[in-house]
């Protein structure tokens, strides 16, 4: 063990030390943290180009009113309409075809081919049906741009606000009575009452989405940002030391499982000291923003370490395993998609997990070993968590896994190591890991 | 005297093929033991082997009087073949990070560094980076990093392969005071004069076997003495057809003759025919020796 240490402290010093870490430790949150500034910079004023689109309506009654919102809309006034929100982007410049007495077809192509011709960027028809409200029809948008979507959004709310106005006038009824009598209430998300320490009943407080789902969401990221990383770098190290004919010079002096262990140390060792860092850079920024590096609690943290070293040991053992089997960095990443898809796929499966963190599917999947340091790491960050012998269970059955790929490892590792020349086929590395 | 390594009937086998076959050797402490045989004749097998970096399938190994050479593997010092060095690393921390796997102490590790550091005729360039070293002084600082904890056994496959006729002798020297502070030198080589010249004690495998194994002098007796170095006035012509000549190695300037009669009657059909020059009735050279047991 005491080589293994020294293995381990040279291999943190190595990677501390490198350009990678580095760039990782502070390139990272610069480009987040500019890319958070530039959105919210740029959020209101990211596209400001007019369109103006036709607007052909078979009931007669709608486009005026509909211009009339369209030009207070444009102008920055806010509208009467309570369904039409303020301008935030661009103008929307409504321009009244009448509808032809002929074939409306031909009406419709050849609003297209002006559209095509770049004069109107759409146009939309009003039905004369759309009046009835037993009708099922629809307001029909014509666009060849079919991603964006801002102006049919608009057009939606807007024509609407027109259309119920009419259908309410036709009825006889005051819609501003009828919007007042309608008026919904708002619901008040709340946490539960507790009593505090000093028995005072200490009063619910309000549910906040970027502490209910931001905070675990920030952590699941972590985890993965910090095993994507740090596992291929194990594995370039163990391919470096290998093509460099380093690796025999070592296992003059160490075993090869001593060699092994100590590179695990040392990434696991980088690992948490570049997640330590993180942390407390997030919860500086989370406390500023929002005062939420409360919701990160010390619980939360020991579990992620947990889950974190666990994970290190799982994936590390593989990428360095792979490692020592390949001849070159190109075999290797052949070999590293699985292991990475192992990585990627709880990932995936985490908004399952969000939106119903103790179904059947979360459970069992937060089960699942290689899923475990995601999924389970995510139930633990969401209220109210899942109960402690889910978490015992999955601790257990990640550090028998770990432990079992530790041991396969090392035998493909102590093997693949002096082999050169070729790359190592996924037989010949079961029958390494067989061998006695 | 006692033995540094004891091979006993040692068997190692890759895909079938033996690679090293029934092997026993005895490598008596504080000698220079030299290892020769062709390529791929079983050499960095038994080296590794000795090293614990392979586990044989049959027989026994002991280093140093442990039968757990890993054990004995802290007071080993291993110079392998093929051999790199980290390039992004000084050569300090590169000579203190082997040292402390030997199980030395930095301040031993320092001491040794700087010595052997100005022995090799590097001296204050501990602070270098690898990668800024040439092929040469890369060699040396290999060296010094297998000797860096002072081993009581050195092992070194070809330590001397790539290096220029003054960088060889002072690795040489440093060899050579190795064995003088009481460490047992055993070394590959494919450079038979270097053997001959260096070595108390010689073995050569072939074949995974052991062909050859004592001292240079009895190897050689061996051998016998049916060994002619000559020059003539016509050189190696002066040999064609001859019927006593069963080898001929032209060096030019000088020939060295394998005889299968005597060699008196030898010169005097090689004076009827040219002027000799110089005439030696001689032991067969290690080369010599080499090329009859390894000559397909």
């Given at each position: 063990m005491r080589k293994a240490l020294i293995v381990a402290q040279s291999e943190f010093v190595t990677l501390v030390k490198s350009k990678a870490f580095l760039v990782g430790l502070i390139l990272m949150p610069v480009v987040m943290g500019t890319s958070i500034m530039l959105v919210r910079a740029t959020k209101d004023a990211t596209d400001m180009k007019d369109r103006t689109f036709a607007i052909v309506d078979y009931t007669g009654v709608v486009a005026e009113p509909f211009k009339a919102v369209a030009n207070l809309y444009n102008s920055g006034t806010p509208s009467a309409m309570d369904t039409v929100l303020p301008r935030k982007g661009a103008r929307f410049i409504p321009v009244e075809i009448k509808p032809s007495e002929g074939n409306p077809e031909e009406l419709r192509l050849d609003l297209s081919n002006r559209v095509r011709k770049q004069e109107l960027f759409a146009f939309v028809e009003v039905p004369a049906?759309?009046?009835?409200?037993?009708s099922t029809t629809s307001i029909r948008y014509y666009s060849d741009h079919p991603s964006y979507n801002a102006l049919p959004q608009w057009l939606r709310a807007t024509i609407n606000a027109v259309v119920l106005n009419e259908r309410f006038r036709r009825a006889s009824i005051d819609r501003a009575l009828v919007v007042r009598l309608t008026k919904q209430a708002p619901i008040d998300e709340l946490g539960l009452f507790e009593r505090g320490a000093d028995g005072e009943i200490k009063a619910a407080e309000e549910v906040n989405a970027a502490r209910a789902y931001g905070i675990p969401v920030a952590v699941l990221a972590l985890m993965y940002i910090t095993i994507m990383t740090s596992a291929p770098q194990l594995l370039n190290s163990v391919i470096e030391e290998k093509m460099s004919r380093i690796s025999e010079v070592l296992i003059g002096s160490v075993t090869p499982f001593e060699l092994m262990m100590g590179k695990l140390l040392g990434g696991a060792a980088t690992s948490i000291v570049l997640c330590g860092i993180y942390i407390a850079g997030g919860l500086i920024v989370v406390q500023y923003w929002?005062?939420?590096?409360?919701?990160?609690t010390p619980s939360i943290l020991g579990w992620f370490l947990l889950y974190l070293t666990l994970a290190l040991f799982i994936f590390g053992s593989l990428f360095v395993a792979i490692g020592a089997a390949c001849n070159d960095l190109k075999d290797s990443q052949n070999m590293m998609t699985p292991v990475m898809l192992l990585v990627m796929i709880p990932v995936f499966t985490a908004g399952t997990v969000l939106r119903a963190p103790d179904g059947t599917l979360a459970t069992v999947l937060s089960l699942v070993p290689t899923a475990a340091p995601f999924l389970m790491l995510l139930r633990i960050c969401l209220q109210p968590g899942p109960p402690m012998w889910q978490i015992v269970v999955s601790v257990v059955i990640m550090t028998c896994t770990a432990l079992a790929v530790v041991w396969a490892a090392g035998k493909i590792f102590r093997t693949g190591l002096l082999m050169q020349g070729k790359s190592a086929t996924l037989g010949e590395m079961v029958k390494w890991v067989t061998a006695k | 005297m006692s033995n540094a390594i004891s091979l006993t009937g040692v068997t190692k086998q890759f895909n079938g093929t033996r690679a090293v076959d029934d092997l026993s050797l005895s490598v008596p402490a504080g000698s220079i033991y030299g290892f020769i045989g062709p390529n791929g004749s079983g050499k960095t097998t038994t080296l590794r082997m000795i090293m614990h970096i392979l586990l044989p399938d049959r027989g026994e190994i002991e280093v140093l009087g442990s039968r757990d050479t890993a054990a004995a593997r802290d007071r080993v010092g291993y110079l392998p073949e093929e051999r790199g060095l980290y390039k992004k690393m000084t050569i300090r921390r590169l000579l203190r990070y082997y040292g402390r796997l030997k199980g030395a102490s930095i301040s031993d590790i320092d001491a040794a560094s700087d010595y052997w550091m100005g022995r090799m005729e590097l001296p204050g360039l501990l602070d270098r980076q690898i990668e800024t070293l040439s092929k040469g002084m890369s060699q040396k600082i290999q060296f010094v990093a297998a000797i860096i904890a002072n081993p009581a056994l050195l092992i070194l496959n070809e330590p001397f392969s790539g290096l220029d006729p003054v960088n060889a002798h002072v690795l040489k020297d440093a060899v050579l005071e190795m064995r003088q502070r009481g460490a047992t030198v055993v070394f590959s080589t494919h450079d038979m004069a270097t053997a001959e010249r260096m070595c108390d004690r010689i073995f050569m495998i072939f074949r995974g076997r052991k062909v050859l194994d004592g001292t240079l002098e009895s190897i050689q007796s061996e051998y016998g003495a049916d060994t002619v170095r000559l020059r003539t006035s016509q050189g190696a012509a002066a040999?064609?057809?001859?019927?006593?000549?069963?080898a001929v190695n032209d060096f030019g300037q000088l020939q060295e003759v394998r005889l299968k009669g005597d060699p008196q009657a030898f010169l005097a059909r090689l004076a009827a025919r040219a002027s000799v020059y110089h005439f030696e009735v001689t032991r067969p050279s290690l080369q010599d020796i080499f090329v009859r047991i390894a000559k397909p």
């Open positions: 049906e759309i009046l009835d409200p037993a929002g005062g939420y590096a409360s919701a990160v | 040999l064609v057809d001859m019927p006593d000549v069963e």
